[in-house]
């Protein structure tokens, strides 16, 4: 069992920056991809991005693209997101992932079936 626990978010102004890290318990981190969803309410959950096993390809939501940045450390077994340029619809819950199993497609990044660990979620509230 892999535990994620989360930690940053809260409340910034619109064009702020905001930081999520989500660390793992299990030192297999490294063979495990990494993605951030987001939920806002009354929606359905949406990818906002991932990482490949080694951090070497990464995915991002057409909505995020350019503003929005993930970093692993698989030596800290952490993940980062780095939200800039901040949007009032950025707003939402995020959630890390973890699914400890080597992805065949990149079809597979994007869905939140294909992972089996999950944080606790935490709250960004950007402000207009």
Same mark, same amino acid.
């Given at each position: 069992? @892999?535990?994620? &626990?989360?930690?940053?978010?809260?409340? &910034?102004?619109?064009?702020?920056?905001?930081?999520?890290?989500?660390?793992? #318990?299990?030192?297999?981190? #490294?063979?495990?991809?990494?993605? %951030?969803?987001?939920?806002?309410?009354? =929606?359905?959950?949406?990818? @906002?991005?991932? $990482?490949?096993?080694?951090?070497?390809?990464?995915?991002?939501?057409? $909505?995020? =693209?350019?503003?929005?940045?993930? #970093?692993?450390?698989?030596? =800290?077994?952490? &993940?980062?997101?780095?939200?800039?340029?901040? =949007?009032?619809?950025?707003?939402? &819950?995020?959630?890390?992932?973890?699914?400890?199993? /080597?992805?065949?497609?990149?079809?597979?990044? /994007?869905?939140?079936?294909?992972?089996?660990? %999950?944080?606790?979620?935490?709250? @960004?509230?950007?402000? #207009?």
């Amino acid at each position: 069992q @892999v535990q994620l &626990v989360q930690s940053g978010g809260g409340l &910034v102004q619109a064009g702020g920056s905001l930081r999520l890290s989500c660390a793992a #318990s299990r030192r297999t981190f #490294s063979t495990y991809a990494m993605s %951030w969803f987001r939920q806002a309410p009354g =929606k359905e959950r949406e990818f @906002v991005t991932a $990482s490949s096993l080694t951090g070497s390809r990464t995915f991002y939501g057409e $909505s995020v =693209k350019g503003r929005f940045t993930i #970093s692993r450390d698989n030596a =800290k077994n952490t &993940v980062s997101l780095q939200m800039n340029n901040l =949007k009032p619809e950025d707003t939402a &819950v995020y959630y890390c992932a973890g699914a400890g199993r /080597y992805f065949a497609s990149d079809y597979e990044y /994007y869905q939140t079936s294909e992972y089996e660990y %999950w944080g606790q979620g935490t709250q @960004v509230t950007v402000s #207009s």
